[in-house]
């Protein structure tokens, strides 16, 4: 399990063998029912109430950013100043799923942060952050690690090692 509404009553993560990306319902009296989400990946975080999710599902070799709904379903993130074909790993979204953020993930190495707008795309966070009047130094070997329900503070750190320093952003909402 990687996520949970605030009220614990949707859960997201992924089941094993093959890793598939799973959301998890409650149901009276005791019960969660599941549904997959496709071929393989995982859901690492959900909305506050359980409507939106963050999903890095597998295609192949690599895998692409995904945001789920209980509305739409699983929606590949589009295309903004990045390539969706990137090789993305989505790891956390707003309450009103209008914005995600995460980073790219080649061989052992991580970084190139990145976060998705709803109407907008795919953009690297530095410029994002840029563009709000923020300034930075956060670099390529950056790892985006969640954003707030209402999208104004993001946090993360210099890279995937434990120890390296981390940062805190503040901005407006998306």
Not at 15 to 37: A, C, G, K, M, Y
Not at 148 to 155: A, H, L, P, Y
Request: charged fraction near 15%.
């Amino acid at each position: 399990m990687e996520a949970a509404s605030g009220a614990g009553d949707v859960i997201g993560g992924s089941s094993q063998s093959p890793e598939r990306p799973v959301i998890w319902n409650f149901e009276e009296p005791d019960i969660f029912s599941h549904t997959v989400l496709g071929d393989g990946g995982v859901v690492y975080d959900l909305s506050f109430d359980g409507a939106f999710g963050a999903a890095s599902v597998s295609l192949g070799t690599s895998n692409q950013a995904y945001r789920w709904s209980e509305t739409s379903g699983l929606e590949r993130l589009g295309a903004g100043t990045l390539d969706p074909a990137w090789v993305a790993r989505t790891e956390a979204i707003t309450d009103d799923g209008r914005a995600i953020v995460g980073f790219h993930i080649y061989g052992l190495a991580s970084g190139l942060p990145f976060i998705w707008i709803d109407g907008v795309g795919l953009g690297p966070f530095r410029a994002y952050l840029n563009w709000r009047g923020v300034s930075n130094n956060i670099n390529d070997s950056s790892i985006v690690g969640d954003i707030s329900g209402d999208g104004r503070i993001t946090v993360g750190s210099q890279g995937t090692l434990s120890g390296v320093p981390g940062w805190v952003a503040i901005t407006i909402a998306p």
